[in-house]
């Protein structure tokens, strides 16, 4: 009984969250009718001193990322630094290569610190024009998109300033470049292997006969190159933000050591800086690439900078109190009976690698989020992996990137926020684009237990 309680409540939050319905008011209506299932009287106490406790607790760490995420991710839309950049790219790479151009003009946007979100936006004006002018099929643009800014620069890639990256940083106080040859061998799987199997679309549906496609949704405007910023110019931000990432994540934990205190006024203030390093390196770096675009374009941003930092604030606000409802929700999970039932099952898997990574992306793929399920499986088992790692003698390092890897497998199920936002700007349905998508799904499932057999061939990380 106490397991069908548990997996009752996944179950409704994940049928929620595909029927479209708010993750920050439902979370805690599914964890709390899991608690009052299993005894009534904790409902209160579990509400305040575990839901709420892990809720805030979530966005006092993270909520500074996703907001300056966004704000970074706006002023480089408004700055139309995004759209030189795309120029840039198809103009090297070539119209005909469109699958190409689109892959790596997300990978660098979503590198760059560009939120996932944003790049959807940006980049699909683009993606749309070059499958027009190529006669490729438009329910190949989701999955293109997905390859490119869903996949291996979301997680895999050593340094990637995603919310992804760096939730692990906290439980296994490494840095966001941990693992980085693993990180490159995921990478590379990914992107070969995605790039091929949509490429094979493309040539299976252009001997069939079949173009861009008629009578279709959400068509944006013709897109016309004029006036565009100089793409090195364009570029400056996304650089600043990865080389300032990478000093930041050396020069902190040297300026402020292990633990930080300071007596203010008779106020002794403790920071223990190893969980908090990798994060105030993001913080920093994200703050340099925001004043990098303000210098180069400050007179088109500042103009709609009111609105569109509000806009902008307000997606943050949004995505991190999903995030923080998903990991409130686990928190409480995790406590209850059944879920120790699940624990137990999911040790029985004996390879400690290979338990992480099955624990993260199943429950990625239930919450329908890679940060919330990596998040409930962090703050549930963190401490079994660490005991597991020191046991096995394989560095946190290891288990750092293969968490990130796993939380972005099967996070992209039909009812992932980010699916049903790709498919709602390309006016596109499941049933015409889903099922590419999951392929790019499966394949970075697949790519963190290549990571991981890497791993264990030539014991590099």
């Known amino acids: 009984m106490n397991l069908l309680i548990v997996l009752a409540a996944l179950v409704f939050l994940m049928f929620v969250a595909y029927r479209g319905y708010s993750v920050i008011l439902f979370a805690p209506v599914a964890a709390l009718g899991a608690v009052f299932l299993t005894d009534p009287s904790l409902v209160p106490p579990m509400f305040s001193s575990v839901f709420m406790e892990k809720m805030v607790g979530f966005i006092k760490n993270y909520f500074p990322v996703f907001m300056l995420g966004a704000v970074f991710g706006k002023v480089i839309e408004l700055s139309g630094f995004s759209k030189s950049i795309v120029a840039a790219v198809i103009g090297v790479l070539g119209r005909e290569r469109a699958v190409l ?20 936006f940006a980049v699909y004006p683009f993606a749309a024009e070059m499958f027009r002018q190529g006669n490729i099929p438009k329910r190949l643009i989701p999955c293109t998109i997905a390859l490119g800014a869903f996949s291996f620069t979301m997680d895999a890639l050593p340094g990637t300033p995603q919310i992804q990256n760096i939730i692990p940083t906290t439980f296994f106080n490494t840095t966001t470049w941990a693992a980085p040859i693993l990180g490159l061998v995921g990478s590379v799987f990914v992107f070969g292997v995605g790039l091929a199997y949509i490429e094979n679309r493309r040539r299976a549906a252009q001997k069939r006969g079949e173009g861009y496609g008629t009578e279709l949704v959400n068509e944006p405007e013709p897109f016309e190159e004029k006036e565009l910023p100089n793409p090195w110019i364009a570029l400056a931000p996304l650089v600043v933000v990865g080389v300032m990432n990478f000093v930041f994540t050396q020069l902190v934990p040297r300026a402020y050591g292990a633990v930080h205190e300071v007596n203010l006024g008779g106020h002794a203030i403790v920071t223990k800086v190893g969980p908090l390093a990798a994060i105030w390196a993001v913080e920093g770096a994200l703050l340099l690439g925001i004043l990098t675009v303000f210098i180069f374009a400050w007179r088109p941003v500042l103009a709609k900078f009111a609105d569109g930092s509000k806009a902008a604030v307000a997606g943050a606000l949004l995505a991190s109190l999903n995030t923080a409802s998903e990991y409130g929700f686990g928190g409480v999970i995790a406590l209850l009976p059944g879920f120790e039932m699940v624990a137990a099952a999911l040790r029985a898997i004996p390879n400690p690698l290979v338990n992480e990574a099955v624990t993260v992306t199943v429950l990625a793929g239930i919450t329908g989020s890679a940060s919330g399920g990596m998040s409930i499986a962090l703050a ?10 020191q046991a096995a003698n394989i560095p946190l390092e290891v288990f750092h990137r293969i968490a990130a890897m796993a939380s972005g497998g099967m996070d992209t199920l039909p009812h992932n926020g980010a699916v049903i936002t790709l498919l709602a700007v390309t006016g596109l349905t499941h049933r015409q684009a889903y099922g590419d998508v999951f392929v790019i799904t499966l394949t970075k499932t697949a790519a963190v237990f290549v990571a991981i057999g890497f791993f264990y061939l030539t014991g590099l990380y």
Do not use: K
């Open 380 to 389: 549930a088992m963190s401490n079994e992996f660490i005991a597991a790692a």
């Open 101 to 120: 151009s689109i892959v790596v003009v997300c990978a660098i946007l979503t590198y760059g610190g560009v939120s996932l979100f944003v790049v959807v």
